[in-house]
């Protein structure tokens, strides 16, 4: 990356690209350079969306500084359809779709903890439906009509887990052989 690019912009770059909320540190370290620097860029960045007139802004969250859209633009964000998830939704939709239904907690356990901020876009979406599973205290997520309808899907394959193979095997062994 070339070194004549400021600080500031570097900075923008980091959050257009990882798409959620960094640590000062974060961003340091993405950036290479100091905290301090880091910081100084971050307040630059914050101040150089403040005069513009634009659609995004830099805000501070509980994690972290993201890029975002302004929340006047929110309502748009609604009305506009297709949806555009990023990567690590797709992937958990993929996942919920592939293992419908799945129990929340094994879905955090195959997509890690970030999957929790995933579930409640795609809830938020209309792509999953989430319910209280009465045999655990985890919840049922199972993927929803408009699924099927956006991705154009009528129905998917059903993946077997490694423990239902080895019980569908044990079946068909001691299942008796019919002859005609």
């Known amino acids: 990356m070339a070194k004549n690019i400021p600080i500031a912009t570097k900075i923008e770059a980091i959050l257009y690209l990882k798409g959620k909320p960094l640590s000062v540190s974060e961003i340091a370290e ?45 309502d748009l964000v609604q009305a506009l359809i297709p949806v555009e998830f990023g990567v690590g939704a797709l992937r958990t939709l993929a996942a919920i779709a592939l293992h419908n239904p799945i129990l929340q907690s094994e879905l955090i356990n195959l997509r890690g903890s970030g999957a929790y901020q995933h579930v409640q876009e795609l809830v938020e979406s209309g792509f999953v439906r989430k319910r209280r599973d009465n045999d655990s205290r985890s919840f049922a997520l199972q993927i929803t009509p408009k699924f099927h309808q956006y991705f154009q899907i009528e129905q998917l394959p059903q993946i077997l887990t490694t423990q239902n193979k080895e019980q569908q095997l044990e079946l068909e062994l001691e299942a008796p052989e019919v002859t005609n």
Do not use: K, M, W
């Not at 301090?36 to 630059?44: D, N, R, S, V």
């Not at 995004?56 to 633009?73: I, K, M």
């Open 30 to 74: 993405y950036a290479a350079c100091d905290r301090l620097t880091a910081e100084e860029g971050i307040i630059e960045l914050i101040e150089n969306y403040a005069r513009r007139d634009t659609a995004l802004e830099v805000v501070e969250t509980d994690n972290g500084y993201s890029l975002q859209l302004r929340s006047e633009f929110h």
